[in-house]
C-alpha cells in the first residue's frame, strides 16, 4: 500500500504546525522567518525579524541545521556566519530584486573606476558581491558604518539608491557615490500615495522603511509643515517593531512590504496598523509556503553552498560592519 505524505492541504493548521516541530526537532533543526514572511511561517518559527539579526541568531544557535524562511541572500548570509552548519532554505528559487541588480563583476568594474574607494555593501546582496566589498550594513546601521569611514575616503555605496540616498542626507556627506539599485516592492511605495494617504489620515503616524521610493517625500511632507515631524519615522523592519510596541496613535501607516503587519499588529492590539500601498508584496518571500517548509524539514532539501573562498571573503566584510557596533533588532 503506497505512502501518502503529508502536506499542508490534508491537515489542520494546528496538525501542521505540530508536525513541522517534530520534524525539526528530529532533525535537530532551528526555524527562521524574516518579517516578510507569510503568517502561518512566522508563526511556526522559532524565531522571525530582520536577515542580519537571525543570521546572528543562526551562528549563535545551538542546532546543526538552520531552516531560514526567506529568501536566497539570508540563507547565504547564515551560511556565511555559520560555516559548520546545514543551512536549508525551503524553496532556492526565492530570490530578491535588489540583489539581483548587481553582481560582484559589476563590483570590480565600479571598484576600478574609482581606485582607493571604500566599498560598503547593504546585506541584501548575494554572497559573492559580498566577498567584493570592504564592509557591510544594514537598514539600521548604514549612517554608523559611513560615519566610521575616514571623511577624505571617497565611498561606493551599493545596491540600494534610496537607502543610499537616505544616508547620504542623514551623513552629510557629498563623496558618496551610490548604485542606482532598488527593490522592486519598496520602489513601488511612491511619494504620491504616501501623500495621498498621509492627507487622508491627519492624525495617523507614518513608519517609512529607507528603501522606500517614498522615503525623500516622508521628509518633504516634514519640512514644509505638512506633517508634524514627530509623526514621520523612517525606520528599519525592527525600528518599526520597537516603535509599534510603545506607539500610543490611533492609527500608524506602515510603509514597506505588507508582511511585516503581522508582527506590527501581535506587538500592539490597540493601534491600527494599515499598508500604505496595499499591493507592496514581495512574491519571492511568499514563495516558501507550509507545504515547502514541511518538504524541507522532512527530505532536507534546499541546501546552500558557499565555497570557502567566497565565504571567508565575505565574512570578513560581514564582521567588520558588526565590530562598529550590534545592529538593532531592525537590521533591515
Same mark, same amino acid.
Given at each position: 500500500?503506497? *505512502?501518502?505524505?503529508?502536506?499542508?492541504?490534508?491537515?489542520?493548521?494546528?496538525?501542521?504546525?505540530?508536525?513541522?516541530?517534530?520534524?525539526? $526537532?528530529?532533525?535537530?533543526?532551528?526555524?527562521?522567518?524574516?518579517?516578510?514572511?507569510?503568517?502561518?511561517?512566522?508563526?511556526?518559527?522559532?524565531?522571525?525579524?530582520?536577515?542580519?539579526?537571525?543570521?546572528?541568531?543562526?551562528?549563535?544557535?545551538?542546532?546543526?541545521?538552520?531552516?531560514?524562511?526567506?529568501?536566497?541572500?539570508?540563507?547565504?548570509?547564515?551560511?556565511?556566519?555559520?560555516?559548520?552548519?546545514?543551512?536549508?532554505?525551503?524553496?532556492?528559487?526565492?530570490?530578491?530584486?535588489?540583489?539581483?541588480?548587481?553582481?560582484?563583476?559589476?563590483?570590480?568594474?565600479?571598484?576600478?573606476?574609482?581606485?582607493? !574607494?571604500?566599498?560598503?555593501?547593504?546585506?541584501?546582496?548575494?554572497?559573492?558581491?559580498? !566577498?567584493?566589498?570592504?564592509?557591510?550594513?544594514?537598514?539600521?546601521?548604514?549612517?554608523?558604518?559611513?560615519?566610521?569611514?575616514?571623511?577624505?575616503?571617497?565611498?561606493?555605496?551599493?545596491?540600494?539608491?534610496?537607502?543610499?540616498?537616505?544616508?547620504?542626507?542623514?551623513?552629510?556627506?557629498?563623496?558618496?557615490?551610490?548604485?542606482? %539599485?532598488?527593490?522592486?516592492?519598496?520602489? %513601488?511605495?511612491?511619494?504620491?500615495?504616501?501623500?495621498?494617504?498621509?492627507?487622508?489620515?491627519?492624525?495617523?503616524?507614518?513608519?517609512?522603511?529607507?528603501?522606500?521610493?517614498?522615503?525623500?517625500?516622508?521628509?518633504?511632507?516634514?519640512?514644509?509643515?505638512?506633517?508634524?515631524?514627530?509623526?514621520?519615522?523612517?525606520?528599519?523592519?525592527?525600528?518599526?517593531?520597537?516603535?509599534?510596541?510603545?506607539?500610543?496613535?490611533?492609527?500608524?501607516?506602515?510603509?514597506?512590504?505588507?508582511?511585516?503587519?503581522?508582527?506590527?499588529?501581535?506587538?500592539?492590539?490597540?493601534?491600527?496598523?494599515?499598508?500604505?500601498?496595499?499591493?507592496?508584496?514581495?512574491?519571492?518571500? $511568499?514563495?516558501?509556503?507550509?507545504? $515547502?517548509?514541511?518538504?524541507?524539514?522532512?527530505?532536507?532539501?534546499?541546501?546552500?553552498?558557499?565555497?570557502?573562498? *567566497?565565504?571567508?571573503?565575505?565574512?570578513?566584510?560581514?564582521?567588520?560592519?558588526?565590530?562598529?557596533?550590534?545592529?538593532?533588532?531592525?537590521?533591515?
Amino acid at each position: 500500500m503506497a *505512502t501518502v505524505t503529508a502536506t499542508a492541504d490534508n491537515m489542520t493548521r494546528a496538525a501542521w504546525a505540530e508536525e513541522v516541530r517534530r520534524l525539526a $526537532k528530529e532533525r535537530d533543526a532551528v526555524i527562521l522567518a524574516h518579517n516578510y514572511q507569510r503568517p502561518e511561517i512566522q508563526d511556526v518559527a522559532d524565531h522571525t525579524g530582520d536577515s542580519l539579526a537571525l543570521s546572528r541568531l543562526a551562528a549563535s544557535a545551538e542546532a546543526s541545521t538552520i531552516v531560514f524562511c526567506g529568501v536566497h541572500f539570508m540563507a547565504e548570509t547564515a551560511k556565511i556566519l555559520a560555516p559548520e552548519k546545514t543551512v536549508l532554505i525551503p524553496d532556492p528559487a526565492a530570490g530578491c530584486s535588489l540583489a539581483d541588480t548587481i553582481t560582484a563583476e559589476d563590483v570590480r568594474s565600479w571598484r576600478a573606476e574609482h581606485p582607493g !574607494a571604500v566599498v560598503v555593501a547593504y546585506v541584501n546582496t548575494s554572497a559573492a558581491v559580498k !566577498a567584493e566589498t570592504d564592509i557591510c550594513c544594514t537598514s539600521s546601521n548604514a549612517a554608523d558604518v559611513i560615519r566610521s569611514i575616514p571623511e577624505d575616503k571617497e565611498i561606493l555605496f551599493l545596491p540600494d539608491q534610496f537607502l543610499g540616498a537616505h544616508v547620504k542626507r542623514i551623513t552629510g556627506r557629498d563623496n558618496i557615490h551610490v548604485w542606482m %539599485g532598488e527593490c522592486h516592492v519598496h520602489a %513601488g511605495i511612491d511619494g504620491g500615495t504616501l501623500r495621498e494617504r498621509a492627507a487622508a489620515e491627519p492624525d495617523a503616524e507614518l513608519y517609512v522603511h529607507p528603501e522606500c521610493g517614498c522615503a525623500t517625500s516622508a521628509l518633504y511632507l516634514v519640512g514644509s509643515g505638512t506633517v508634524p515631524e514627530e509623526r514621520v519615522k523612517v525606520l528599519s523592519t525592527g525600528g518599526m517593531l520597537s516603535a509599534a510596541e510603545n506607539t500610543t496613535a490611533d492609527k500608524v501607516l506602515i510603509a514597506t512590504e505588507t508582511g511585516m503587519l503581522h508582527q506590527l499588529r501581535a506587538a500592539n492590539s490597540t493601534t491600527t496598523f494599515e499598508p500604505v500601498n496595499p499591493r507592496a508584496e514581495c512574491h519571492y518571500m $511568499k514563495m516558501i509556503t507550509a507545504d $515547502k517548509l514541511l518538504a524541507s524539514l522532512r527530505d532536507g532539501s534546499g541546501e546552500i553552498k558557499v565555497d570557502e573562498e *567566497t565565504s571567508a571573503k565575505a565574512r570578513r566584510s560581514v564582521e567588520r560592519m558588526i565590530a562598529i557596533g550590534s545592529p538593532s533588532r531592525g537590521g533591515e
